[in-house]
Nanobody, 127 residues
Framework: QVQLVESGGGLVQPGGSLRLSCAASGRPFSTSPMGWFRQAPGKEREFVASITASGSNTFYTDSVKGRFTVSRNIAEKTVHLQMDILKPEDTAVYYC????????????????????WGQGTQVTVSS
């Protein structure tokens, strides 16, 4: 069964760090561009970060640039989101995403470009 399984969420104080992981199955992982989105209560799901199939290019929403880092391990079929200097406004459910092919880098922030979502993992930043 094709699926994405996230892990690593939790409660952290402002200024702290968390590392999210996403384990992928299904289509050969090496050809899949991947992304992370988040959804806060009462808000629409929004783009956070993405990485191309080769891992050579990454993209971030402005609010997380310099704080978050997306990476992938092709051999382990995993994608990671390292989140540092966390802020209360980062509180949300974070979703791993696999983009449909063919992938256009102009659409990395578009939720309709995603063909498969994980179940989500809660990240809460609070003192």
């Amino acid at each position: 069964q094709v699926q994405l399984v996230e892990s690593g969420g939790g409660l952290v104080q402002p200024g702290g760090s968390l590392r999210l992981s996403c384990a992928a199955s299904g289509r050969p992982f090496s050809t899949s561009p991947m992304g992370w989105f988040r959804q806060a209560p009462g808000k629409e799901r929004e783009f956070v970060a993405s990485i191309t199939a080769s891992g050579s290019n990454t993209f971030y929403t402005d609010s997380v640039k310099g704080r978050f880092t997306v990476s992938r391990n092709i051999a382990e079929k995993t994608v990671h989101l390292q989140m540092d200097i966390l802020k209360p406004e980062d509180t949300a459910v974070y979703y791993c995403a696999r983009y449909r092919l063919p992938f256009s880098v102009s659409r990395y922030a578009d939720t309709t470009a995603v063909e498969l979502w994980g179940q989500g993992t809660q990240v809460t930043v609070s003192s």
